[in-house]
Each structure stands twice: as C-alpha cells, then as structure tokens.
C-alpha cells in the first residue's frame, strides 16, 4: 500500500510539473511574456521591473525554475485590466463557483446513483427505458442549450425565477439544476453499466442459488462490487463540472471563476488566465490522486497497478 | 549426438529469470524460469523436451529462437551466435527457424484469409515472385493435408486441426532448417492430436529438418523424438533415448512422470508425488526435486546434482541416487516396479 | 473450437460475405437506429450541398425583414425559419454552420485518432522510458478539464480556424493512445503478434498489417463515441464567443447570438441548439450500437 501511495503521488507531481511546464512553453511561444503578461500598454518602467523579477535576462532553463518558483509562492502576475494580483482576483471568485459546484456535485450523486442501480435491477423495464432515455438526453443536450431552455421556460415564459445575477439563493438554483442534470446522468449510465456487468458474475449467481434472499445479494455483493468502478469516474466528473462551471456561469452571468475565465481569455488578460489554469489543473491532479487513493483502499484487488482507464 | 561442431541448434547454459511483483507491498522477486540449461539438436533430428506446466519449456523454446535473450549463457544456431531480438540479422534468421504454437487460432491472424498468412513468411523475406509464393503455398498446403480451397478461408471458420495444419504449413514454407513447436498438440481434440503428431513425424523425416518438441505428454514425445530431455524446475534432469527413458526412467521424478502414464488393463504401482507443486519463486536448495522425492537423502537437500552420465550405460541424469553417490532414503523397491 | 461465434465469423468472411452481413445488419437495425442513421444521411447531405441548397447567403442581410418570425410561429415562406437581429435568414445560416460543424468535428476527430493511434503503438513497441513519458502525457490530459486547456491555448495563440480544429483534435487522443497501447501489448505479448514477430515482420508491418486492422472496430467505435463530443466542445466554445469568429458560423455561434434574443425571438437559437442535440444524440446512439454489435468487450 505504502508503495501504491508513492507511486501515486510520485504520478500526480509529475503531472503538476508537466502543467506547469505547459504553461511556461505556451506562454513563451507566444511572444514576450512582459508583454503578455502586463499588457503592451503598460509603462515601460513596470515591464522593466518586471522583466527583472521575472529573470527575463536570464537564460532559458533558469527561466524555467524561477517560473516554478514564481508558481509555487502564487505571484501569477497581475491582471490587465485593474492590476490588482491575479491569484488575489481569482481567488475571491472561488466561493461563488463552490456554492454552484458542491450542490451541483451532490445532486450528480443522489439522483444518478440510485436511478442508476434501479434501472439495472429493473432492466427493460419502464423505469429503465427513462432512465436511460435520460441518461442520453442528458449527454446529447449540452449544458448551455439545457441552460438556456431552463431560461427560456422557466424564467422568460413562466416568470418563476430569476434568469441571471446573484442577488439570492433563487437564482443558483437554475445553474445547479443545469450542472446536475448532465453529471447524474452520465453517472446513472456508469452505475448501471456497472451494475448490470457485477449482476451477471457467477459469484452473484452463486449467492442467489445459495438461498441468499435477493435483497441481501444485491446489499452485500452486487452494490458493493458495482461501488468500485463508480469511484473511478468520480475524477472524471469532477472534471465535467468544472468544464460545466465555465459555461454554465457565463451562461447565468454568475460571478465565478469560470466566467472570469472566460471573460479574461475574451480579453486575453493572460494572468489571470494562467492562474486559473494552473489552480484547476493543480485542484484535478489533487483530486484524481485522493480518488485513487480511495479506489486503492476500496478494491482488495489494487496490488500497485493503476486503475483501469476512466473510460 | 553428433559433435558439437555439426549441432544445428546448441544452447549452452542458458537462464532467464522474471521478476514478479507480489502483495502489498510490492517487493520484486526473481522467478528463475529458465536455470542453467543446455541443449543441443542435430540437423534432422528431434529433441523432445518434457515437464509439467511451469517448469520453464515454453520460455527454453523462446530463448533458442532469440524472442527473447538469456539472462546468462548463449544460443548457437548453425555455428553462429545469435543476433539480439529485433535487429535486422535476426530477422532474417527467421526464415531458417519457425514455431509452431500451442493455441493455433491465437497464433493466425483472424482477419486474414489463411492463404495470405501461410504466404505472410515469404512476403516478409521477399522470397520469389508473386506467382511463385502462390505456388509455393499450394505446395506447402497440400504437404500439411490442408485443401486448395482452403486458402481463402478464415481461421475461425476453420476446424482445430486444420488451423494447426495452417500454422504449421506457415512454418513451413520457407523450408526452415529447425522448428520448435510448443505443445502443438495439446490445445487440439484428443482425437486429431495423433493426426497433427503423426504430421509433424512425417514431415520432419521428409523435411531432414531439425526439431525441438515441447510438451507435457510423454508418449507424444516418445513417438516424435530421437531424444528426449525431461524438465524440473527450469533445469534438465534426465537425457535420453526415449523408449530407454520411458522403459527404465533413470531420474526418481522421469519414474514418477512415466508411473502416470496409464496402460488399459495393466495395475502398476504409480509413484504418488507428495508436497507442493513446484514453484519457481521459491525454488529447494540442492536438488530441487528433493521435497517431492520418495528416495531423498541429507545429500540431496544440500547438493545440487550435475547432469552427466551414468556410469552403468551413460544415460545422463542429475540425480545424486541414480549416480550412487548416495543410498536411497527409503522404499527403493516400490521405484523398481514400475 | 466452439469459440466461433456468428459476428466474428461474418466479420471476417469475405468481402461479398461481409457485404451481405453489413446488409443483415442493417435490416435488423432498431427503428431509433435507423431515424438516427437517417438524420446523419440527412446532415451530410446538407454539409456537402451548403452552397446549393441555401436560400439565401449565410451573411445577406435583409433590413427589412429584421427578426421575422419562422413559418412554424406563423412567418412568411420567404424565411421559413424566421430571420435574425440583422434581417439574414435563419435556414441558410444554420445550413452553413452544419457544415462547418461537422467539418471541424470530422477533422478533429480524425486528426485525434491518428495521434492518440500512433502515440500509443510507439509506448507499446518501445516499452520503457518512451512508454512512461506517453502515460505520463496520458495522464496529464486526462486529469485537466478539456475545455480549460482548449481556453488557455486560445487566451495565448488568439484564434484561427486551423488552430482551432488542431486544437480539437487533441480532445480524447488520451483515448485512442489508451486503446492502441493496451490492446497492442496484449497482442504482442500472445497470440498472432508475437507470431508475426517470430516470422521476422518489422513494426511497420506488424503495426499496420495486422494489429491495426484487430484494433480497428475498437478504435470506429471510439471515434463515434468522440465524435459527438467534439461537435459540443465547439459549439460550447463558440457559443462563449471562443470558437468561430464572425463573420464565420458555427451552431455554437449562432446559438450564443441568439442568447442575446432569448425573450423576445428564441427560434434565432432554438433551431441550431435542436441541429446540436439531434446530432450529437444520433451520433453516440449509433456509437453505442456499433459497440454492442462489434465490440462487446468495450464497456
């Protein structure tokens, strides 16, 4: 297990490194970082200052480890268009897309595991077609088209609530149901598969035989086998959400750190972009580890193999 | 046996191990598949090569075809060295040295028509023109018992045996000067293993080629070889002519091996192995046959023993008891009725 | 052997044999898998016949005729999908950004296979530090959100068509990468890989000759499965203005503009937003199809 836990963080650096890096090469091919970072308008002076504390005089590779530096003590620059420091504008913006996240995350979870499990103990049944109807549907409509038909029934038509702004709880809940919809029924459709994939084990089949009441097979060996699989695409959702958080803000013009994103790349205000790049990416990698690190403590099989792909 | 000098195929102490991960915490290990071994087969002769599943034959197989190096020792084919895996050289000694597999159906290709795969050696070698590799294939198939028609049919939609015939006639068409063939009849129907047996007999005799038969079945080798090495644990223990071997086994486990063959209508007292199943992570010290063995002495625990000859008709074994170096434990007499 | 199973003996015949099972197949196609394969019919035909078929052209205004309602909410035939903020027809600016749709998700799901195919047979013939590195690139790219990275390349470069669809291209070669490094180490390590390598074939030929064609009923279904996800990554990243600029059109575009026009015409975004589902739907429905009949083993 020690040696699963360290090679897995061992992974999870390099994949830090390796955003890092991205980033570095990105921004150095595309143009003076001085330039882009502080703007073409800014005034010589600063982009000289800069430049020094940047170590643009210096050669390449020790560019490259003062960036690391610069990314590790969290000076990403600062933003173009109020000059304040970048990490600091992003940062304030985290709370608001938590407050959509997490509930979105949890709504993933309580409608799409259980309807998952439900269609598979009832395959081809009604309630299966739905949910796998759903399922679909919840795939095919992207969320900003399954976003904007919320507005345009429920607030435009019905008038029930508020289609944009964060002026009271009402108006996350639009956002919320959006974000929710797509991650429960990609995971409706993962808890079925796996699901169906442990209910046709001959360990099940012998259980059943053995005189264990159905509900007891499906407790103690169908639930708890399908759980392992499940936890693999948990990194995968978290990703979903956050991809969902970028449109689904700025389709609700609600002030989080995905619209920031966009609104900053629109603007090319390129410090703050950086910045919340490397904060997701940083965010994913921690959390991909911690859900590795669960699917190693949960499945008696994991002897310091990877998990198996996502998908 | 023939001198060394005009050996097709000498193999000089060979050895290979893998290292396998097990539990928790990962701590590799050394499984020693292959431990010292060396071998040598005469132009168009046939060696057999026995054990039970483990004991490192199919890994002997693949380290005399160069698929994968030794760790130690080294492979003589034809008085030259063998180049390493995958190198040009290599390749091209490929067309002198083919191998029959034990599943034929995982060894084609499934979405080739047979024809373009028996073809496959002579495409890869750029051997002849267009129509004299479809010649040659027609030959090469009716050699192995396969129909003209067959040649555009799919593995799949072929019997076991005759998708053997089909790896064999692969095998074949480049008129190879060795053929290693890796239980080629085991995976197949008890009732066409004598017919592919029979085959692989026949063409070898016609062919003059020489050959090395891994398998588990004692009669099977016996039928094809001209000489039989039997395995334990990655190592040779017994060495012989086979109806010499199979009517009085030398070594206390070929004795035991040739005690489970069973003959219809004939009680023999069968030497019932005791202890574990060998295990090549965890190999005995001495003789590694010693936990299992009915006659073991103090000796055999400590002492590894060397195949060499025995001085009464010089059948060569490794077995301390059978070379009289030392008594034999116990029940001696249950070993000579067999 | 008893292992031969009907759709891996078809699979296999011979061309005419496989032709009459292609046929098979279709005849036993579900009806939904049917109205799905029609509607592809459908959108490939208007891709190809853009310039013929539209009525007017995607970029004429008509001043005159500003937000004129479609003929299902009661307009006049000469828009029969209505008109937009700036009078141009609706029916001829969605049937241009069909085409640029499926264009760039054509393009960019070719160019991600090819990557993802040839990176994941290098890891699998090399082994090694080659292979580690490849994973390790795995892993970056699927542990960070597409979308960001897909921002933060066009934040940096700006945007240019070409780009664009290159950029899409790397959206799931992780995948194809995953598939052809598992299945080709598989096949090498047993069975008619190891066997072709035993005759002495190079990797060119026991890459392309032989493990390819194994891998490629996999990899169709990969691609289906990455193909509808391409087309919603561009329209999202169109639709926040990111993706196809103007004067160019995307359906992701147009619906981000008729955002603006939500309240008072929604048909300017109803329209593509139904092209988008109903294509991406039919897409992973055939995807999903194809898997079950010609890859079971691909969860």
């Known amino acids: ?311 | 046996m023939s001198a060394g000098t005009a050996d097709l195929l000498e193999a000089r102490d060979l050895a290979r191990s893998y290292t396998v991960r097990r539990g928790l915490l990962g701590r590799p290990t050394a499984v020693r598949a292959v431990d010292g071994i060396s071998l040598r087969v005469a132009r168009g002769e046939t060696l057999g090569l026995v054990g039970e599943s483990g004991c490192g034959k199919s890994t002997t197989a693949r380290l005399v075809l160069g698929i994968e190096p030794p760790d130690t020792g080294s492979v003589i084919f034809d008085g030259n060295a063998m180049p390493p895996s995958g190198t040009a050289a290599w390749a091209n000694l490929r067309r002198r040295m083919q191998m029959v597999y034990q599943d034929p159906l995982a060894a084609l290709d499934r979405r080739l028509a047979v024809g373009v795969q028996i073809a496959e050696p002579l495409d890869i070698h750029r051997i002849g023109t267009a129509a004299e590799r479809e010649e040659r294939v027609a030959a090469v198939m009716a050699e192995v018992g396969l129909q003209p028609h067959h040649v555009a049919r799919h593995p799949q939609s072929l019997s076991g045996g005759q998708r053997q015939r089909a790896v064999i006639a692969r095998a074949l068409v480049t008129n190879p000067d060795l053929l290693v063939c890796d239980e080629p009849i085991s995976a197949l129907d008890v009732s066409i293993q004598a017919l592919v047996l029979n085959l692989l007999t026949d063409l070898q005799e016609r062919l003059k080629m020489g050959m090395l038969f891994v398998s588990h079945d004692l009669r099977a080798v016996r039928q094809i070889s001209q000489r039989v090495a039997v395995m334990y644990l990655g190592r040779i223990v017994e060495e012989g002519d086979p109806d010499a071997v199979l009517h009085d086994p030398a070594h206390p486990y070929t004795q035991a091996l040739v005690s489970a063959i069973p003959h219809p209508g004939k009680t023999t007292n069968r030497v019932i192995l005791q202890g574990d199943p060998p295990n090549p992570a965890n190999r005995p010290t001495g003789c590694a046959f010693h936990p299992r063995c009915p006659v073991a002495t103090a000796t055999c625990r400590t002492e590894t023993p060397e195949l060499k000859p025995r001085r009464s008709d010089g059948r060569r074994v490794a077995c301390h008891i059978a070379h009289g170096e030392a008594a034999a434990a116990r029940a001696p007499a249950l070993l000579e009725t067999c | 052997m008893a292992d031969t199973t009907s759709s891996t003996a078809a699979a296999g015949g011979s061309p005419m044999a496989r032709l009459r099972s292609l046929l098979e197949r279709l005849n036993r196609m579900p009806i939904l898998i049917t109205i799905a394969f029609l509607w592809l019919v459908l959108m490939l035909t208007i891709a190809v016949s853009a310039d013929l078929i539209s009525p007017y052209g995607f970029t004429q205004m008509d001043l005159r005729n500003r937000l004129s309602l479609p003929v299902f909410m009661g307009g006049s035939w000469s828009h029969v999908l209505g008109t937009d903020e700036l009078g141009r027809d609706v029916l001829s600016r969605l049937i241009t950004s069909i085409r640029m749709s499926l264009l760039i998700a054509f393009g960019a799901t070719i160019i991600g296979a090819v990557i993802g195919v040839m990176l994941g047979f290098v890891a699998a013939h090399f082994r090694g530090i080659v292979e580690q590195a490849v994973l390790a690139l795995v892993d970056f790219s699927a542990a960070i959100p597409f979308l960001v990275l897909a921002l933060a390349v066009l934040a940096f470069f700006g945007n240019s068509l070409v780009l664009f669809v290159c950029l899409l291209g790397f959206h799931a070669w992780e995948r194809y990468a995953r598939i052809a490094r598992g299945l080709a180490i598989s096949g090498r390590m047993h069975g008619y890989a190891a066997a072709v390598h035993q005759l002495g074939a190079s990797p060119w030929r026991l890459y392309g000759r032989h493990i390819l064609p194994n891998i490629a009923s996999t990899l169709i279904v990969s691609m289906t499965l990455a193909f509808p996800e391409i087309i919603l990554l561009e329209s999202g990243l169109s639709f926040l203005g990111l993706g196809i600029q103007p004067p160019g059109t995307s359906l992701g575009n147009m619906v981000g503009f008729g955002r603006e026009y939500l309240s008072s015409a929604p048909w300017i975004m109803l329209a593509p937003a139904f092209v988008i589902t109903a294509t991406a739907l039919c897409v992973s429905l055939l995807g999903d199809w194809l898997r079950d009949r010609l890859d079971p083993t691909l969860s």
């Open chain 1, 1 to 311: 297990m020690l040696h699963y836990l360290l090679s897995r963080l061992l992974r999870a650096a390099v994949s830090i490194i390796m955003v890092v890096t991205f980033v570095f090469v990105v921004l150095r091919m595309s143009g003076d970082p001085a330039m882009v970072i502080m703007g073409a308008d800014a005034p010589p002076e600063a982009i000289d200052a800069f430049r020094k504390s940047w170590g643009l005089d210096q050669p390449l590779w020790i560019q490259y480890f003062s960036f690391f530096e610069a990314v590790f003590s969290g000076e990403l620059g600062r933003s173009m268009r109020d000059g304040r420091d970048a990490m600091a504008v992003v940062l304030e913006r985290v709370p608001s897309t938590l407050a959509l996240t997490m509930p979105a995350f949890l709504v993933n979870l309580i409608v799409g595991v259980p309807a998952g499990v439900y269609a598979a103990l009832h395959r081809n049944s009604l309630i299966d077609r739905c949910v796998m109807v759903m399922a679909v549907t919840g795939f095919a409509v992207p969320s900003f088209i399954l976003a904007m038909l919320l507005v345009l029934i429920l607030s435009v038509n019905l008038g029930w609530l508020p289609s944009a702004g964060q002026d009271s709880w009402l108006n996350a809940i639009l956002p919320i149901a959006t974000m929710g919809f797509g991650g429960a029924a990609l995971l409706a459709r993962f808890t079925r598969s796996a699901m169906l994939e442990v209910l046709g084990q001959p360990y099940i089949r012998t259980a059943s035989a053995k005189g264990l009441p159905w509900s007891a097979v499906v407790w103690r060996h169908a639930l708890q086998n399908a759980a392992i699989p499940t936890i693999t695409i948990i990194g995968f959702m978290l990703g979903g959400l956050v991809a969902g958080a970028v449109v689904v803000e700025s389709v609700f013009s609600w002030p989080g750190v995905g619209r920031l994103l966009v609104i900053s790349v629109a603007n090319r205000d390129l410090a703050i972009v950086q910045a919340i790049v490397l904060m997701i990416a940083i965010t994913m990698v921690a959390a991909n580890m911690i859900v590795d690190v669960l699917y190693g403590l949960v499945d008696p099989r994991m002897h310091g193999q990877a998990r198996p792909a996502r998908r």
